[in-house]
C-alpha cells in the first residue's frame, strides 16, 4: 500500500480529533464513577435517576466505540454527525440530571467550543443553536413535570448565549490561527528558497570557502575551495591533513590577526593561493571562515592591465618602431644580396633579418591586444565546420607535418565566432606541431572532438605526441610573454585564451603524456 502524505492542516485536525475523543472519554468516565460510587445524590439533582445512569453507561461506551472507529477527518458529514450525536446525549443527560442545577449545560458548552475547531462557519454555529434548543427544550420538558425555579430560565438563556459565544470565540481563535500558519509557512517557504540560493551562491563561488571548528575540522567546504585544494571531500576531516602550510597561516593569523597571510603553495592542484581568515564572534565553536584566492586570475588581472597601457603605448608609437624597422630588415636583406660578402657576413645580416621579423611579430601581437576586435558570435555547428578546417589544414601542411581528427556522436553546436576560432586553432596546432617535431617525425596533431559527460558542453582537445610542459612551466603557460621557445613572443597562448573568453569558452591545459589544450565551449543558444 501507498501511504498518504497529510498536510500540515490534516495533522492539527487530526490532534483536534484526539483531544475532542479525550475530552468525552473523560467526561463519561466521570459520570460513571460518580453513580458508580453513589454520589450522584450529592452532586446531581437528578429528575429521572435509571435514566441518568443509562444514559451515562450509553455516553461511555458510545464514545468509546466512536474514538477507536471514528478516526478520519477528511468527511465534514462524518464530524457533524460526531459533534450532533455528542451534544444530543448531553442534553439528554442534561434533562436526566434534573436541568441547570446539575452542571452538564458547562460541559454543553465545552463541546460546542471543541466541536468548532472541527467545523467551521455556519455548520459550527449550527452545532450551538443545536446545543442551545436542546437545552431550551429539556428545561421545558422539566417545567411541564416539575415546578421549575423562575431564576432556572435566566440560567438556561445563559447557557445559551455562552454557546453561541463559545462558537464565536473559537472560530474567530481558529482563523487567527490559520492566519499566522500561513504567514509561518510562507516565511518557512522564503526562508528554504533563501538558504538553497545561498548554498547555490557559495557553491558557485570560484573563490574558495572554508569552515573549520576550533580543531581545524572542516564544516563546510564550496566547490571552489576542493578544486583549488585539489580534494574530492573535505567535510568532516582535519584541514591540516591536506593544506598544513593553511593551518600555519591560521596559527600566524590568530596571534596577530593585523598581519596579511603569506601565500602558500598547493602540490595537490599545482595553484598558488592567498588565504584570508574571518572569526565568527556568534559561533559558539570559535569557528574561523577561510577565504582562499587563486592568485594566478589576480595575476592574469595584473597582466591584462600592464598589457592594455602596453598595447595603448605600443599602438601610438607603432608607426615609429616599424618604419625605421623596416628600414633595418630592408637594408639587411639588400646587404645579404652582395656579392662580396663572406659567409660570415651573409651569417650576421640573416640574424639581423630573423630578429627583424621577431619585433615585427612581437609588435603585430601586441597591437591586436590594443584592437580589441568585436566578437561577431554566431550559432556554429562545430562537426562541420571542424571537418572543412581540418581538411584545409591538410592542404597547406607539409609533408611532415599530419593532422587527425575524431568526432564522438552527439550535437556540437555553440555560439562562436569563427574567425576567431580558426585563429585560435592555427596558433594551438602550431605549437602542438613545433612540440612534435622535436621527438617525431613527421609532427602529429590530433583534434578530439566530444561532449562532456558532467556539464554536457561541446569539448575540443589539440593534442600532440611531443614532450609535453614541465610541471614548473603550467602554472605560467598563459601568462604573456612566457614562451620556452628562442622564436616565440609568448603571446599566442595569452591570445588564445582572451579570443576564447570573448566567446564565452574557456582554454585549459590538462598535464597528461604530450600537449593537450582544451576548449569547453558554451552552449549554442542565445540568450535574451
Not at 564550496?222 to 571531500?233: F, I, M, S, Y
Request: proline share 4%.
Amino acid at each position: 500500500m501507498i501511504a498518504e502524505t497529510s498536510s500540515p492542516g490534516e495533522k492539527q485536525a487530526q490532534r483536534l480529533l484526539r483531544l475532542y475523543h479525550l475530552y468525552r472519554l473523560s467526561i463519561g468516565i466521570t459520570l460513571v464513577l460518580l453513580i458508580s460510587s453513589n454520589l450522584d445524590n450529592r452532586l446531581l439533582t437528578a429528575a429521572n435517576d435509571d435514566l441518568l445512569r443509562s444514559g451515562s453507561w450509553l455516553y461511555l461506551v458510545l464514545n468509546i466505540l466512536l474514538a477507536v472507529f471514528f478516526q478520519s477527518t477528511r468527511r465534514p458529514t462524518q464530524l457533524l454527525s460526531l459533534a450532533l450525536v455528542d451534544v444530543l446525549l448531553l442534553c439528554g443527560l442534561f434533562y436526566a440530571a434534573g436541568g441547570v442545577a446539575s452542571a452538564i449545560g458547562n460541559l454543553l458548552i465545552v463541546s460546542v467550543a471543541i466541536s468548532n475547531t472541527l467545523l467551521r462557519k455556519r455548520i459550527g454555529l449550527l452545532i450551538a443553536a443545536i446545543s442551545t434548543l436542546g437545552i431550551l427544550g429539556s428545561s421545558f420538558l422539566l417545567n411541564v413535570s416539575h415546578r421549575a425555579n423562575p431564576n432556572d430560565y435566566l440560567q438556561v438563556g445563559t447557557l445559551g448565549v455562552l454557546c453561541f459565544a463559545a462558537a464565536l470565540l473559537v472560530q474567530g481563535l481558529i482563523r487567527r490561527l490559520e492566519v499566522s500558519e500561513t504567514l509561518v509557512q510562507q516565511k518557512a517557504s522564503e526562508v528554504v528558497g533563501l538558504e538553497a540560493l545561498n548554498a547555490l551562491i557559495l557553491q558557485r563561488m570560484r573563490t574558495g570557502i572554508l569552515v573549520l571548528d576550533d580543531q581545524w575540522r572542516v564544516q563546510l567546504a564550496n566547490h571552489g575551495a576542493l578544486t583549488l585544494l585539489g580534494c574530492e571531500r573535505l567535510e568532516g576531516q582535519r584541514i591540516d591533513e591536506h593544506a598544513p602550510a593553511l593551518v600555519e597561516r591560521l596559527q600566524l593569523w590568530i596571534n596577530n590577526p593585523t598581519l596579511r597571510p603569506q601565500s602558500l603553495k598547493i602540490a595537490r592542484s599545482g595553484l598558488e593561493l592567498q588565504p584570508s581568515f574571518i572569526a565568527l564572534s556568534s559561533s559558539p565553536h570559535r569557528q574561523t571562515l577561510v577565504f582562499l584566492e587563486d592568485l594566478a586570475q589576480i595575476t592574469q588581472q595584473a597582466h591584462q592591465l600592464k598589457l592594455a597601457a602596453l598595447g595603448r603605448l605600443t599602438a601610438g608609437i607603432a608607426h615609429e618602431i616599424r618604419n625605421p624597422l623596416g628600414a633595418i630588415s630592408h637594408a639587411a636583406q639588400l646587404l645579404r644580396e652582395s656579392e662580396e660578402l663572406n659567409a660570415a657576413d651573409r651569417r650576421l645580416t640573416q640574424i639581423i633579418q630573423d630578429h627583424s621579423q621577431r619585433m615585427n611579430r612581437v609588435i603585430e601581437n601586441v597591437l591586436q591586444l590594443s584592437r580589441h576586435q568585436q566578437t561577431a558570435t554566431q550559432r556554429l555547428d562545430l562537426r562541420p565546420w571542424l571537418e572543412q578546417f581540418v581538411a584545409a589544414t591538410r592542404d597547406q601542411a607539409s609533408e611532415h607535418q599530419k593532422i587527425h581528427l575524431r568526432i564522438a556522436p552527439g550535437d556540437f553546436e555553440t555560439l562562436m565566432d569563427p574567425n576567431q576560432l580558426e585563429q585560435i586553432l592555427d596558433n594551438l596546432i602550431g605549437n602542438a606541431w613545433r612540440h612534435s617535431a622535436l621527438d617525431h617525425d613527421p609532427a602529429q596533431v590530433w583534434l578530439e572532438l566530444f561532449t562532456d559527460p558532467e556539464s554536457q558542453l561541446p569539448v575540443l582537445e589539440i593534442l600532440d605526441d611531443g614532450p609535453g610542459v614541465a610541471p614548473d612551466h603550467q602554472a605560467q603557460l598563459f601568462e604573456p610573454f612566457f614562451t620556452t621557445s628562442q622564436q616565440g613572443t609568448g603571446l599566442g597562448l595569452y591570445l588564445s585564451r582572451e579570443l576564447c573568453e570573448s566567446n564565452q569558452a574557456r582554454l585549459d591545459f590538462k598535464p597528461r603524456q604530450g600537449g593537450c589544450f582544451r576548449i569547453t565551449f558554451a552552449h549554442g543558444r542565445k540568450q535574451g
